[in-house]
């Protein structure tokens, strides 16, 4: 398509469950990136994959999040053992090249309660 | 460390005057540089972008000025309209090990008044 879909718009899980979110980038582009956004504030780079690659993880909290871009299938993130602190918005960004404008989704508001 | 900020957190501006929201930048060796727009319950849009080997760049309305020797990033809104009201937030590309990645400011909330 010709934006980022991100689904679901909103997710509620409960302390300690699992949490799955999920990005279609837009089509012909080969990064996909994820950033979390707390308190409408700050925007918090998390992964960023080129096609299926992971291409730069370092601000992955690898005990509880993992996240997959597979070939015909949306890129998903994924957080096991959900705490209140990931309470966040989770934008998906995608672009033709690393050096090229990202663009946004709508994001998935996830509560964690 | 690397670090984009913004100096106002608030700019509030009459319709059809001119906005500047400012930024500052702390990596000398960043190369990239962007300006977003966030409305409520939306995604960052993207308004322009700019590259360390120029020191301006119009778009429709926009303009960008880089600043490389005070590391400063500033947004240029022409005749703001109420369509404008957003948060604008200025990035900057991770450098070194991080690249493609975007580190963001804090954003500016620019509120035009009718």
């Known amino acids: 398509g010709e934006e980022v879909a991100q689904t679901p718009k909103h997710l509620v899980r409960g302390e300690g469950q699992k949490a799955k979110l999920y990005c279609a980038p837009i089509?012909?582009?080969?990064?996909v990136f994820w950033y979390q956004q707390v308190l409408k504030n700050e925007f918090k780079f998390l992964i960023s994959f080129q096609n299926e690659n992971v291409f730069d993880e370092t601000g992955m909290p690898k005990e509880r999040f993992s996240a997959k871009c597979l070939p015909n299938s949306p890129c998903s993130l994924e957080i096991q053992a959900t705490k209140l602190e990931d309470s966040a918005v989770y934008f998906c960004a995608s672009s033709q090249s690393h050096n090229q404008p990202q663009h946004f989704g709508d994001g998935t508001r996830l509560s964690i309660l | 460390g690397e670090s984009v900020g913004l100096h106002l957190p608030t700019l509030s501006v009459q319709e059809g005057d001119n906005s500047i929201i400012n930024c500052a930048y702390s990596?000398?060796?960043?190369?990239?540089f962007i300006w977003y727009k966030q409305e409520s319950g939306k995604g960052p849009q993207f308004i322009i972008d700019?590259?360390?080997?120029?020191d301006k760049r119009q778009g429709q309305r926009v303009t960008v000025l880089l600043n490389k020797t005070v590391k400063h990033l500033s947004l240029q809104i022409a005749a703001t309209q109420p369509g404008d009201s957003a948060v604008y937030f200025c990035a900057e590309r991770g450098y070194g090990g991080s690249q493609g990645n975007l580190i963001f400011g804090k954003g500016t909330k620019l509120s035009v008044k009718p």
């Open positions: 089509k012909g582009h080969s990064y």
């Open positions: 700019i590259r360390s080997n120029m």
């Open positions: 990596n000398s060796a960043s190369d990239y």
